[in-house]
């Protein structure tokens, strides 16, 4: 009798275990367009007063999830990549679904990529780091050696200089991911460099650093010696768990602030010199040009900037009433001060809550909440940080600028939220 | 012990102290003393003043049949670029215009870059394969493409830090920023005087994926 009614359970579970993937992936299926979401609808038979049947049979027992994923429900949150943008996906950019996201920490397998020639996998037990150049004793060390240091423990956020590139010229991509989403913010641990540099020791001559990846890019970016003192840190760790392959397994270069590719992953190498190596990552790329035909390079920090992830393309809203307008912010320059809010385009302003901790070189995230009655709005979101630089508008950056630099656009963006509560990524003039 | 090794040893001693004296002390007593085959093996950047240039040579005339081989099917047989693969040669003038066309002989600074990242990271997907003079062929093949060198000249670590590449003088130091100053931290709060018509919609370029 008993072992029946076993049977029975597990095989409604079989059953019913497929029909959520199927439910799973055609809520990925539709995520971009709100109409269809609207139609999503609960099933009358799981609401009060009736017994839903997870609430009656068992579910899953501790060992069937090993290594925990997100729920079968949320398919749709994952990170994308726009195919016509690059020639090859080993050479190429996902982007955080920061829609999708709430507090201020990125889920380590939600962190969009940037690789120059893939993800490389490697044995821990094959890791070397070099320290070699203007140094007293050029050395090797292996993750556990680093391991053995002094450890530390930030947040910091990682910002490709490319976020929001597509954006110069007009609004491109219709949505908060693609437009915003080269951005994650974690918790590294990791030992800093001015610790690890103790065992080397310095030659008074030393004033850049060659940072090298081990990857098939052999990535470099030439870093100065002031920098690399401050406060950079060779991470092995992000929220608490090894890094990720595709960030840099087993080990990555932390460059708070500064821009994305410099963060060198896979690091195996790190050259100590007088003067600039002038790599091909600081002179092809990453430099940006200007409408004399001039170009500023080594333009490292990442300007304040801010956006709103709900309401957003992704985020249309669906219902009149009360909603909590959300969104993150940051500054590589250090704190967020101040997040302002305006749903005219820009002629008047609100300041937003913000929600602890506000941490130096850290997401930040902020709420205000706001009725929406079915009018049309021009939603906006303005940083502040800790320096009092205010993050401009993109008319602002183009006069100087003009359209062709790809880099540091950290413009304030439109969202359009039309009378059926669709938004649109849209440029206002 | 004889009397002459005994001396070599207290000398090399003595250099042994003055040198740690000189140089600061381990702290931790981590990691190894890297050996200088090890460093050989991985130290293999190359500054514009030529610093860390392997020995070797090579001219555009061997170059231009690796380049066919190894490199064409990519970056074009005249390094226009095939398909979305990005275009070596080409675009002088256009740094100011609309369409700024970006390649190694109308951007690069130096020469040395184009060594350090070929022989680090091309072909793609077979990084460091090729030998150091199929190197120097392939980039004066590249530089005599872009009219910079001649087709007999013999590139090598003696002049790679020499060459003089068109946009040597292109970039500008150092970083401006903030060069957006608007309001010192207080930014106007209402009533601000802006345009709020919408002169573009993304909606319309209609090129963001979709999820199927």
Redesign the interface.
């Known amino acids: 009798m008993k072992k029946n009614k076993k049977n029975e359970v597990s095989n409604f579970k079989k059953i019913n275990r497929r029909d959520l993937i199927i439910g799973a992936s055609s809520i990925g299926a539709i995520s971009l367009a709100p109409k269809k979401l609207l139609s999503e609808e609960a099933n009358p038979e799981n609401l009060p007063p009736n017994l839903p049947e997870w609430t009656q049979y068992l579910g899953d027992g501790v060992d069937v999830n090993p290594y925990g994923m997100p729920s079968e429900f949320e398919g749709h949150v994952i990170r994308r990549n726009v195919e016509w943008l690059t020639a090859s996906a080993e050479s190429s950019v996902n982007f955080t679904p920061l829609q999708d996201l709430e507090g201020f920490v990125t889920p380590n397998g939600l962190c969009f990529e940037r690789h120059h020639g893939g993800v490389s996998v490697i044995n821990p037990q094959d890791f070397r780091l070099m320290i070699n150049g203007l140094v007293d004793r050029e050395m090797i060390f292996t993750l556990d050696d680093l391991k053995r240091f002094p450890q530390t423990n930030k947040f910091y956020f990682l910002e490709c200089a490319a976020n929001g590139g597509m954006e110069w010229k007009g609004s491109q991509l219709n949505g908060c991911q693609y437009t915003f989403g080269m951005v994650h913010n974690v918790q590294y641990t990791g030992v800093k460099l001015s610790d690890l540099l103790l065992e080397t020791g310095l030659k008074e001559k030393a004033k850049w650093v060659l940072a090298e990846g081990s990857d098939s890019s052999g990535m470099t970016r030439s870093i100065p010696i002031e920098k690399i003192l401050d406060d950079c840190i060779i991470a092995w760790a992000m929220n608490g768990e090894a890094l990720r392959p595709e960030q840099g397994y087993p080990a990555r270069l932390v460059v708070p602030g500064w821009e994305g590719n410099m963060w060198v992953k896979w690091i195996r190498r790190l050259e100590f010199g007088d003067k600039p190596y002038m790599t091909r990552e600081e002179t092809s790329k990453y430099t940006d040009l200007l409408t004399s035909g001039k170009a500023r390079m080594f333009t490292w920090v990442m300007d304040a900037k801010s956006v709103i992830t709900s309401p957003s393309p992704e985020k249309p809203i669906l219902s009149k009433g009360l909603h909590q307008l959300r969104g993150l912010a940051w500054s590589g320059r250090g704190k967020i001060k101040r997040v302002d809010i305006s749903i005219d385009g820009g002629k008047n302003w609100k300041t937003a809550q913000l929600h602890s901790p506000v941490l130096s070189k850290s997401l930040t995230r902020f709420t205000l909440p706001f009725e929406w009655n079915g009018e049309e709005l021009l939603l906006q979101s303005r940083a502040i940080d800790e320096t009092n630089y205010v993050q401009p508008t993109i008319s602002e950056l183009q006069k100087i600028r003009g359209v062709n630099s790809i880099y540091h656009n950290n413009s304030i963006a439109t969202w359009l939220v039309s009378k059926n509560g669709k938004v649109d990524n849209v440029r206002l003039g | 012990m004889s009397g002459l090794v005994r001396w070599i040893l207290s000398f090399s001693l003595i250099i042994f102290l003055v040198n740690s004296t000189i140089?600061?002390e381990?702290?931790?007593?981590?990691?190894?003393?890297?050996n200088k085959e090890?460093?050989d093996g991985?130290?293999?950047?190359v500054?514009?003043?030529g610093?860390g240039a392997p020995i070797g040579s090579g001219t555009a005339l061997f170059g231009e049949e690796i380049y066919t081989e190894q490199c064409a099917a990519?970056h074009g047989d005249f390094g226009e670029g095939a398909?979305?693969?990005?275009a070596l040669v080409g675009g002088e003038d256009s740094?100011?215009s609309?369409d700024?066309e970006?390649t190694?002989g109308s951007?690069?600074?130096?020469a040395?870059?184009m060594y350090?990242?070929i022989y680090?990271?091309m072909p793609?997907?077979v990084?460091?394969s090729l030998s150091f003079d199929e190197t120097y062929q392939i980039v004066a093949y590249l530089l005599y493409m872009s009219d910079i060198i001649e087709e007999d000249f013999v590139l090598s670590d003696k002049n790679i830090g020499e060459i003089e590449m068109p946009n040597r003088d292109?970039?500008?130091?150092?970083?401006?920023?903030?060069?957006?100053i608007?309001?010192?931290?207080n930014?106007?709060?209402?009533?601000?005087q802006?345009?709020?018509?919408?002169?573009?919609?993304?909606?319309d370029?209609d090129?963001?994926?979709?999820?199927?």
């Not at chain 2, 951007?107 to 130096?110: K, T």
């Open positions: 140089a600061s381990r702290k931790f007593n981590l990691g190894q003393i890297a090890e460093v991985w130290d293999i950047d500054r514009p003043d610093l990519c398909d979305r693969w990005p740094l100011a609309h700024p970006k190694t951007y690069w600074p130096y040395s870059t350090d990242y680090r990271a793609y997907g990084a460091q292109g970039f500008l130091l150092p970083d401006p920023r903030p060069d957006i608007n309001t010192q931290g930014p106007c709060m209402s009533n601000c802006v345009s709020t018509n919408i002169i573009g919609k993304a909606r370029i090129v963001t994926p979709e999820d199927e």
